[in-house]
């Protein structure tokens, strides 16, 4: 049996090769590479070496040389086949059928991978021609060099259709780059143009440096700013991150990763000498992205911008990460100021001043002590059992006994602290949710109104609530009064939260106020049927946005207009899911 090239490939990357030796050999760090007593002959001075950036071990003693697969074919006497095998399930990879379909794929994923590799060249050489003096020109404000451009491999994407030309003459089936995300054919309205069109472009490489997407950023105003290749036969985005071949030898040598938010930032963090810099691809940080970092470093630094989105995205990933909490594998957290990212950290203020925020990063135990504590007031014996309460049930999200163990001691020492007057300071910023499309007057209504009859259960979906744009400036302001007396005082009723707004606010939710009090539902139901108005709020108001720009691109079909079309499709799509869930 044999397997693919690019399953192999994987394989070695996803392990670390000293993380496998270490399990059969002690080993000590020294530099870049790792020490130990050879396992092949007996020596009684270390003369085996391994290094993780070439992926190879060697011997001085008895000259034993090889990758991954050849250690454990020769430690463990296993055939090949059974080597990788057992490597394979230590890595959570699925081994492929050796049949004729599957040479057939291999075949197809490599013709797909040079289809790629010609885009990503045609990218490149309109950026440093004449056709990429506005790409240049703005890559330059932004004080990216020709020589970080070119080792980014960045590119530009021109206005028409010259992309989807070039791969024609190169005689390259349509079909095949239609697969891939690079050209849009679209048979409704009979037109066939590039996906990408007039933005600087940003190569998605994966872990053996074979470009398998892009990311294309908007020079000027506009939505969406980033556009990303679409789901394809090589790119998952929730399985990658960008410029993880670029970071991987500076993220084992030093054990530590930052994960920021955007492209450049990763670019402006390299150049300033950050060289540990990733980003995801412009969604929420994924287990498999969390578990792909822990095999290059213990715990890797979440860095997000210093605004709402950016909190709001650090305190998913904590929450993401906490059931797959294992000993000695965690994330640190660490927060910039209000208003800046890690490009302006770096070009407003100093490198020294950023590398001071990293070297300041909360532990995760601090941070979701600290996202446990925000906005709570604790001075009375009930509200303190609560907090409890909530302490002990994140507790049991964590699945590792011996790590959740540990969490319930530290809590404990915690909430004695309180409990004796003696609370530690943390610093943890306010969380703030991403904005969603904007709700309707009356669901608007309703949904103000059910925070004001149920404060109790609804301070369980205070983020989701807080999220909604609400049609118009008093129903908007009265939401945001209503959101911060409930977390002031989660505890509150809704007679003291009534007479906490004025009479002419509630004059406004009087139909919606009085339908609620005479009707009587569990906090289970309350809970899912916010879901449920929440959920077709958001469902309402996609709909309508896609209506709105499919009537503009049919008058003008650009390449751009539909991008956004089958951005805001996608997100419909993802919402009525979460609908699919809830009912």
């Known amino acids: 049996m044999s397997f693919p090239t690019a399953f192999l490939d994987e394989l070695r990357s996803r392990l670390a090769l000293s993380d496998v030796i270490a399990k059969r050999v002690k080993l000590t760090k020294k530099g870049r590479e790792y020490t130990g007593l050879c396992p092949f002959h007996h020596e009684k001075t270390a003369s085996f070496t391994v290094n993780n950036e070439k992926g190879f071990y060697h011997c001085f003693g ?28 230590m890595a959570g990879l699925k081994i492929p059928e050796n049949s004729p379909q599957q040479k057939q794929w291999q075949q197809k994923h490599t013709t797909l991978l040079k289809i ?198 650090a305190i998913r990933a904590m929450k993401r990460a906490l059931p797959i909490l294992t000993p000695g594998k965690s994330l640190r957290f660490a927060w910039l100021p209000d208003g800046l990212d890690p490009d302006d950290m770096i070009k407003k203020r100093s490198a020294e001043e950023y590398q001071s925020v990293l070297s300041g990063a909360h532990s995760m135990i601090e941070t979701v002590w600290n996202f446990l504590l925000e906005g709570r007031s604790l001075n009375t014996p009930e509200r303190l059992a609560k907090l409890e309460a909530d302490a002990h049930e994140i507790v049991l999200e964590i699945q590792d006994k ?71 400036v008093s129903l908007s302001q009265m939401a945001e009064q209503v959101i911060t007396e409930i977390l002031n005082n989660p505890t509150i009723s809704s007679t003291d939260l009534q007479n906490a707004l004025e009479p002419t606010d509630l004059s406004l939710l009087k139909d919606e106020l009085e339908m609620l009090k005479k009707s009587h539902r569990s906090e289970l139901e309350i809970i899912r049927e916010l879901r449920e108005r929440i959920s077709d709020s958001k469902i309402h108001a996609l709909k309508a946005e896609i209506q709105v720009q499919t009537e503009i691109y049919s008058q003008e079909p650009t390449a751009e207009k539909w991008a956004q079309i089958l951005s805001l499709k996608e997100s419909l799509k993802t919402e009525m899911e979460k609908q699919a869930e809830i009912e």
């Open 116 to 313: 790629m590799e010609e885009a990503c060249r045609f990218f490149q050489q309109n950026l440093f021609s004449p056709t990429g003096a506005t790409a240049q020109q703005y890559l330059s404000r932004r004080g990216i060099t020709p020589d970080i451009a070119k080792n980014f491999r960045l590119g530009y994407a021109p206005t028409g259709s010259k992309l989807t030309t070039y791969l024609k003459s190169k005689n390259i089936p349509l079909s095949d780059c239609a697969k891939l995300g690079l050209i849009v054919n679209n048979q409704q309205y009979g037109s066939v143009h590039d996906y990408f069109y007039d933005r600087v472009m940003f190569p998605i490489l994966n872990r053996q440096g074979k470009v398998i997407a892009f990311g294309g950023r908007i020079m000027q105003k506009g939505e969406p700013k980033y556009l990303n290749s679409p789901e394809t036969e090589l790119f998952h985005k929730g399985e990658q991150l960008y410029a993880l071949k670029h970071a991987t030898p500076t993220i084992r040598q030093k054990n530590e990763a930052i994960l920021v938010e955007g492209y450049m930032d990763v670019i402006s963090l390299h150049a300033a000498g950050f060289t540990n810099a990733i980003a995801p691809l412009g969604t929420a940080l994924t287990e498999t992205q969390i578990r792909l970092l822990w095999t290059l470093c213990d715990e890797p630094i979440i860095c997000f911008d210093g605004d709402r989105a950016g909190r709001g995205a």
């Open 402 to 472: 011996t790590v959740q163990n540990y969490y319930k001691k530290a809590f404990k020492k915690y909430l004695w602290a309180l409990d004796k007057n003696k609370k530690k300071n943390f610093s943890f910023q306010n969380v703030v949710p991403i904005l969603i499309p904007q709700s309707g007057l009356s669901e608007a209504k309703m949904l103000l109104a059910y925070l004001i009859c149920y404060p109790k259960t609804c301070e369980k979906m205070i983020e989701e609530i807080g999220a909604l744009h609400f049609p118009n």
């Open 62 to 89: 008895c000259g034993a040389h090889g990758d991954i697969i050849k250690f454990m074919m020769d430690l463990e006497k296993l055939p090949f086949i059974e080597a990788v095998e057992r490597l394979a399930d």
